[in-house]
């Protein structure tokens, strides 16, 4: 007998819906929606790339947030010793290789992928863009002259600059 009226009692209990002043949220909810929600393994997509070296890298790794996965590719690529942060793209189902530039550039590609039957979203790395920031620090464009010339041509300059005020007003102080 007890055991009819227990199972009456969770029957009644599990069909009853909360009423609208009780919080339904759920810790699981409550960590989907923080900003750390890619620490839930269904929220992550496996991607591929291969580095300057060669190597091939395999990684899972959040689906919604473009610095996280910029971040993991920079990471693996530390062995490289190329800390340079490079655009990531990837070959869309026409072929076409797509700039990731946004969080929902990722979370689009994603999609493409799994519709697509992929396991494995394979990122390109452009460094074409960190090769020529670097280059024109350097002053290694075409033409240019290194920076540290430059700041040795300017310290030259101030420096006669200052001779020839201090001659100059030697000058006017011996007349």
């Given at each position: ?16 819906e909360?009423s ?37 890298h ?55 992928a ?16 960190c ?29 006669s ?13 011996q007349?």
């Amino acid at each position: 007998m007890s055991n009819t009226i227990m199972q009456k009692f969770w029957d009644f209990a599990l069909t009853l819906e909360p009423s609208g002043d009780y919080d339904t949220q759920s810790e699981m909810s409550a960590l989907m929606a923080s900003p750390h929600h890619s620490l839930i393994p269904g929220n992550s997509f496996s991607f591929k790339f291969e580095d300057r070296k060669g190597f091939l890298h395999r990684f899972s790794c959040g689906t919604e947030n473009l610095n996280e996965l910029l971040s993991a590719v920079v990471q693996r690529n530390a062995s490289c010793n190329d800390h340079r942060r490079p655009q990531l793209l990837y070959k869309d189902d026409e072929g076409d290789k797509i700039l990731l530039a946004t969080d929902s550039d990722l979370i689009a590609a994603v999609k493409s992928a799994r519709l697509q039957g992929k396991k494995v979203l394979r990122l390109h790395l452009d460094f074409s863009k960190c090769d020529q920031e670097l280059a024109s620090v350097s002053g290694k464009k075409s033409g240019g002259v290194p920076l540290h010339f430059g700041l040795l041509a300017g310290a030259v300059v101030l420096t006669s600059i200052d001779v020839l005020v201090y001659i100059k007003r030697s000058k006017l102080l011996q007349r």
